[in-house]
């Protein structure tokens, strides 16, 4: 049985746009504000958003990128 999603699984994403999308337009240059500091407020965000102890939200983290124990050395 599928599990149902949760609209809140896009905040993240929508704040990695926002401010993205956000610093390129008021600077003017999308190369001044980095991608990958958006993708780390993202992420962040993300973890304050889901449930459960520090070591689950990792290991959830981790899982979703790849293998677990490859990715944590």
């Known amino acids: 049985m599928a599990q ?4 809140t699984a896009f905040i993240p994403f929508l ?12 600077y003017g ?3 001044v504000f980095p991608a990958p500091l958006a ?4 992420v962040i965000s993300a973890f304050f958003l889901l449930k459960g102890s520090v070591k689950e ?4 983290f981790l899982a ?8 944590t050395m």
């Open 39 to 42: 993708a780390l407020i993202g």
């Open 15 to 26: 704040i990695f746009v926002g401010f993205f999308l956000g610093s390129g337009i008021y």
């Open 29 to 31: 240059d999308f190369y």
């Open 57 to 60: 939200k990792t290991a959830t």
């Open 4 to 7: 149902k999603g949760s609209l």
């Open 64 to 71: 979703g990128c790849g293998d677990q124990n490859i990715l």
